[in-house]
T-cell receptor, first 113, second 112 residues
């Protein structure tokens, strides 16, 4: 079945630096790739997503890039702030139907003031 | 928060007892999901529903059943709880006309 691998599992950066989290997926039919941010004790929050017909999408300080040929996608956070500290999850749709998602295991991002 | 509430928010139960978790939504979404979250495993799909009385299994469905008799409620039942079902359970909805899933606040279940 579909598998999503996420790296790194932990990431520590200085405030103001950039952070990059990478995911690879196995199902070439996957066509939807969301990213979630989860703060301690809360549910995951959708922060950005990308469809397979788009190579890059930006929203203020966050961006996602998709390489369909290599089957990987990445989250980029620029000018990091302490409030960006959280666990980030990537996900990929299973097959072309997009009813179901499979998630990576998460990256714990710490932004040091 | 996409109008999702989960109840209870915390529960401690003993091995072998039945447990039902409730997910309630107020925005008439067709798709609803149950996930579990465990350290080192991320989020894993248990069951999902694509309409009233229409449900299907996810990747970790063994030991769980679901029911959806009304659009707004999606129930997850552990018929006989085991310690391996200690986890945080999240409900999610899929916003109509999109692929976007939005999560509820979660239920922390401890099986002793």
């Amino acid at each position: 079945g579909e598998n999503v691998e996420q790296h790194p599992s932990t990431l520590s950066v200085q405030e103001g630096d950039s952070a990059v989290i990478k995911c690879t997926y196995s199902d070439s039919a996957s066509n939807y790739f969301p990213w979630y941010k989860q703060e301690l004790g809360k549910g995951p929050q959708l922060i950005i997503d990308i469809r397979s017909n788009v190579g890059e999408k930006k929203d203020q300080r966050i961006a996602v890039t998709l390489n369909k040929t290599a089957k990987h996608f990445s989250l980029h956070i620029t000018e990091t702030q302490p409030e960006d500290s959280a666990v980030y999850f990537c996900a990929a749709s299973i097959g072309g139907g997009s009813e179901k998602l499979v998630f990576g295991k998460g990256t714990k991002l710490t932004v040091n003031p | 928060d996409a109008g999702i509430t989960q109840s209870p928010r915390h529960k401690v139960t003993e091995t072998g007892t039945p447990v039902t978790l409730r997910c309630h939504q107020t925005e008439n979404h067709r798709y609803m999901y149950w996930y579990r979250q465990d350290p080192g495993h991320g989020l894993r799909l248990i069951h999902y529903s694509y309409g009233v009385k229409d449900t299907d299994k996810g990747e970790v469905s063994d030991g769980y059943s679901v029911s959806r008799s009304k659009t707004e409620d999606f129930l997850l039942t552990l018929e006989s709880a085991t310690s391996s079902q200690t986890s945080v359970y999240f409900c999610a909805i899929r916003r109509g006309g999109t692929y976007e899933q939005y999560f509820g606040p979660g239920t922390r279940l401890t099986v002793t």
